[in-house]
């Protein structure tokens, strides 16, 4: 947060040499939104894989039983 907060104040100071605020500010959202979809998008595959993994552990367990496993 206490870096977004130095980057907006160069944006602010017009005597520093950085980028136009029109370019700037939607390269940091654009950089903030990117890293929560990449946190969601690794959420999603964990998910997916211990859903996996407890299909795989019902299936064991099923024919274990000698149940049918036509549904699914």
């Given at each position: ?13 017009h ?11 939607p390269?940091?959202?654009?950089t903030?939104?990117q890293?929560?979809a ?35």
């Open positions: 947060m206490k870096q977004h907060i130095l980057r907006l104040e160069q944006i602010a100071d005597s520093s040499s950085s980028p136009s605020p029109r370019l700037t500010i390269t940091l959202v654009n903030d939104l890293t929560q990449d946190k969601i998008e690794l959420s999603i595959k964990d998910t997916n894989n211990h859903l996996s993994e407890i299909y795989a552990s019902i299936t064991t367990l099923a024919k274990s039983f000698g149940a049918p496993l036509s549904e699914q």
